[in-house]
T-cell receptor, first 109, second 113 residues
Framework: GDSVTQMEGPVTLSEEAFLTINCTYT??????LFWYVQYPGEGLQLLLK?????DKGSNKGFEATYRKETTSFHLEKGSVQVSDSAVYFC????????FGPGTSLSVIP | DAMVIQNPRYQVTQFGKPVTLSCSQT?????MYWYQQKSSQAPKLLFH???????NEADTPDNFQSRRPNTSFCFLDIRSPGLGDAAMYLC????????????FGSGTRLTVV
């Protein structure tokens, strides 16, 4: 069945470091891909999305590119801030959303 | 702003005492979902509605029920909460076929004592 795999962390970075969180998916068709972020004690927020191959989603300095050939949707940010500390979920969807296990990110000053 | 609102943010209930969590939305989305999330794990889908059509996940315990009286409101009823039901409960909405993903509420953290 369809599934999402992502590095589970926790990931700890210093402020202004470069961030990559790897995400790969298994799907029978061509789903939309998403990154959601969950700050402590909060619900999930949609961070960015891409609906077809080679699309790049971007928001708040985060980017991810829909790579059909490698079935990947890696999240990147050039310079992380303490306020980026959260759990990040990669997800795919045709209709219902299937979440990856989440990656906890801690950014230290 | 259009949004998904969950009440209350924190709920404490006694072991075995029925509890109801509520969700409302101003987005006019036709699909509503209830998820259970434990300890920052991936959210687990309990059930969802397409309009008034109820869809239960195969592994959702019978202890969990839901009602959707209209487009804007959806309720999660836990008939006899056990200690293992302590979790964050997340409500989400989407417009079917839009490809826009879900809009989540802030969640209700349920504690069972």
């Amino acid at each position: 069945g369809d599934s999402v795999t992502q590095m589970e962390g926790p990931v700890t970075l210093s402020e202004e470091a470069f961030l990559t969180i790897n995400c790969t998916y298994t799907a029978t068709g061509y789903p939309s891909l998403f990154w959601y972020v969950q700050y402590p004690g909060e619900g999930l927020q949609l961070l960015l999305k891409a609906t077809k191959a080679d699309d790049k989603g971007s928001n708040k300095g985060f980017e991810a590119t829909y790579r059909k050939e490698t079935t990947s949707f890696h999240l990147e940010k050039g310079s992380v801030q303490v306020s980026d500390s959260a759990v990040y979920f990669c997800a795919l969807s045709y209709d219902k959303v299937i979440f990856g296990p989440g990656t906890s990110l801690s950014v230290i000053p | 702003d259009a949004m998904v609102i969950q009440n209350p943010r924190y709920q404490v209930t006694q072991f075995g005492k029925p509890v109801t969590l509520s969700c409302s939305q101003t987005l006019n989305h036709n699909v509503m979902y209830w998820y259970q999330q434990k300890s920052s794990q991936a959210p687990k889908l309990l059930f969802h509605y397409y309009d008034k059509d109820f869809n239960n996940e195969a592994d959702t315990p019978d202890n969990f029920q839901s009602r959707r009286p209209n487009t804007s409101f959806c309720f999660l009823d836990i008939r006899s909460p056990g200690l293992g039901d302590a979790a964050m409960y997340l409500c989400a909405t989407s417009a079917q076929g839009s490809g826009d993903g879900y809009t989540f509420g802030s969640g209700t953290r349920l504690t069972v004592v």
